[in-house]
C-alpha cells in the first residue's frame, strides 16, 4: 500500500481536516474514532471511509438478529486497523455470526440429497408429544442415541405410515443429534437420489454411490415412491444394503408402504416380476432395521 502522507500536501491535508472536524461534529461519530487506537493525524486522511466504518457500527448496535443485518456484507462488519502510518479495512464477524456458525457447526456432518433444509433445525424438543404413537419412537430413538454413544451398532427403524405424519422429521431430529457429537450422516430423498445418481454417470457417480454406502448413519426417505427398475434395485439399493448390513452399519427408511407392500413394489419393473429379487432386498431391510408404523394426522397441512 502506498504512503498516504507522501501522496497529500498541506493545502490538501487541510481540506482533509476540515472534512474530518465536520464529521466530528456528530458527537456518536466522534465517539467512535476517538476509541480507535490511532492517531488523529492518521484518522484524518480517511474520513470518507470510517463514516461508512461508522455506519455499520451503529446498524450493529440496533441489529436484533442476524437476518435483520443492514452492513453490506450479512453478519460482517467493516472495521479499521492501523498499519503504519495507514489505515487498513477488513470484514470481521460480528458476535451474531458467530454465534450462529456455533450453532450451526454440526451440519458440516450432514449431506442432504435432495431434502429440504428446514429438517436441518429438527430437534426433539420440537417433536409433537400429543400423539402417544410416537411415545414408542421416541424411546427407541433415545436408547439408540445412548447405545450408539457406548460404540454400539444399535439396528435403524423402518419407519412406515401415513402422509405427513412426521415420519423425515423424527429421524432428522435424531441425526441432528447425533451430527453435534460428529457423527456423519446422510439424508437421502431415495427417489430424486436415484434420478441424479443416473444424471451422473459419467461424472462423480462413484462418489456419490460410495458416500451413501459407507456413510456411518443413513437414512432412505421416501423408499417405494421410486420408478422401480432392475438396475436401481440390484446395481444401487441391494450393493447398498449389503454393504451396510454387513458392515453394521445403522441404517433408517422411511415409506409409506408397508413392508409386504414394499415387496410387491420392488418385484414389478418395465422388465417383467422378479419376486425373489424383492424378497432378497426386503430381507436386507429387516436385518437392518426394526420395523414400526406411524399412522398419525398431517401436521403438514
Same mark, same amino acid.
Given at each position: 500500500?502506498?504512503?498516504?502522507?507522501?501522496?497529500?500536501?498541506?493545502?490538501?491535508?487541510?481540506?482533509?481536516?476540515?472534512?474530518?472536524?465536520?464529521?466530528?461534529?456528530?458527537?456518536?461519530?466522534?465517539?467512535?474514532?476517538?476509541? *480507535?487506537?490511532?492517531?488523529?493525524?492518521?484518522?484524518?486522511?480517511?474520513?470518507?471511509?470510517?463514516?461508512?466504518?461508522?455506519?455499520?457500527?451503529?446498524?450493529?448496535?440496533?441489529?436484533?438478529?442476524?437476518?435483520?443485518?443492514?452492513?453490506?456484507?450479512?453478519?460482517?462488519?467493516?472495521?479499521?486497523?492501523?498499519?503504519?502510518?495507514?489505515?487498513?479495512?477488513?470484514?470481521?464477524?460480528?458476535?451474531?455470526?458467530?454465534?450462529?456458525?456455533?450453532?450451526?457447526?454440526? *451440519?458440516?456432518?450432514?449431506?442432504?440429497?435432495?431434502?429440504?433444509?428446514?429438517?436441518?433445525?429438527?430437534?426433539?424438543?420440537?417433536?409433537?408429544?400429543?400423539?402417544?404413537?410416537?411415545?414408542?419412537?421416541?424411546?427407541?430413538?433415545?436408547?439408540?442415541?445412548?447405545?450408539?454413544?457406548?460404540?454400539?451398532?444399535?439396528?435403524?427403524?423402518?419407519?412406515?405410515?401415513?402422509?405427513?405424519?412426521?415420519?423425515?422429521?423424527?429421524?432428522?431430529?435424531?441425526?441432528?443429534?447425533?451430527?453435534?457429537?460428529?457423527?456423519?450422516?446422510?439424508?437421502?430423498?431415495?427417489?430424486?437420489?436415484?434420478?441424479?445418481?443416473?444424471?451422473?454417470?459419467?461424472?462423480?457417480?462413484?462418489?456419490?454411490?460410495?458416500?451413501?454406502?459407507?456413510?456411518? *448413519?443413513?437414512?432412505?426417505?421416501?423408499?417405494?415412491?421410486?420408478?422401480?427398475?432392475?438396475?436401481?434395485?440390484?446395481?444401487?439399493?441391494?450393493?447398498?444394503?449389503?454393504?451396510?448390513?454387513?458392515?453394521?452399519?445403522?441404517?433408517?427408511?422411511?415409506?409409506?408402504?408397508?413392508?409386504?407392500?414394499?415387496?410387491?413394489?420392488?418385484?414389478?419393473?418395465?422388465?417383467?416380476?422378479?419376486?425373489?429379487?424383492?424378497?432378497?432386498?426386503?430381507?436386507?431391510?429387516?436385518?437392518?432395521?426394526?420395523?414400526?408404523?406411524?399412522?398419525?394426522?398431517?401436521?403438514?397441512?
Amino acid at each position: 500500500m502506498k504512503d498516504v502522507n507522501k501522496l497529500i500536501d498541506k493545502s490538501d491535508y487541510n481540506t482533509l481536516k476540515r472534512s474530518y472536524m465536520d464529521s466530528c461534529s456528530n458527537k456518536d461519530f466522534y465517539k467512535y474514532v476517538s476509541s *480507535l487506537p490511532i492517531e488523529e493525524d492518521i484518522l484524518i486522511k480517511y474520513t470518507s471511509i470510517l463514516e461508512e466504518s461508522f455506519s455499520e457500527f451503529l446498524n450493529c448496535k440496533k441489529c436484533k438478529s442476524l437476518d435483520c443485518c443492514k452492513n453490506k456484507v450479512k453478519g460482517y462488519r467493516y472495521v479499521p486497523e492501523k498499519n503504519g502510518n495507514n489505515i487498513t479495512f477488513s470484514y470481521e464477524s460480528c458476535d451474531k455470526k458467530l454465534r450462529h456458525e456455533e450453532k450451526t457447526e454440526y *451440519l458440516k456432518n450432514i449431506r442432504y440429497y435432495d431434502i429440504s433444509t428446514d429438517l436441518s433445525s429438527a430437534s426433539f424438543k420440537d417433536v409433537y408429544k400429543d400423539d402417544n404413537k410416537r411415545v414408542p419412537i421416541l424411546k427407541y430413538m433415545t436408547e439408540f442415541i445412548k447405545d450408539y454413544d457406548k460404540g454400539q451398532k444399535p439396528k435403524g427403524l423402518y419407519l412406515n405410515g401415513s402422509f405427513g405424519s412426521g415420519k423425515t422429521y423424527l429421524v432428522s431430529a435424531l441425526f441432528n443429534d447425533l451430527a453435534k457429537k460428529g457423527v456423519k450422516c446422510a439424508i437421502v430423498y431415495y427417489p430424486e437420489f436415484l434420478r441424479d445418481l443416473k444424471a451422473s454417470f459419467k461424472t462423480d457417480y462413484e462418489d456419490k454411490f460410495n458416500y451413501i454406502k459407507k456413510v456411518p *448413519l443413513l437414512l432412505l426417505d421416501d423408499i417405494g415412491a421410486e420408478n422401480v427398475s432392475s438396475y436401481n434395485r440390484d446395481e444401487v439399493l441391494g450393493p447398498i444394503l449389503q454393504y451396510r448390513m454387513e458392515e453394521e452399519l445403522p441404517t433408517f427408511f422411511t415409506s409409506n408402504l408397508t413392508m409386504e407392500e414394499l415387496e410387491k413394489n420392488l418385484s414389478i419393473t418395465t422388465s417383467g416380476v422378479d419376486k425373489v429379487k424383492a424378497r432378497r432386498i426386503v430381507e436386507r431391510i429387516k436385518q437392518l432395521t426394526i420395523s414400526v408404523e406411524l399412522v398419525s394426522k398431517n401436521r403438514r397441512g
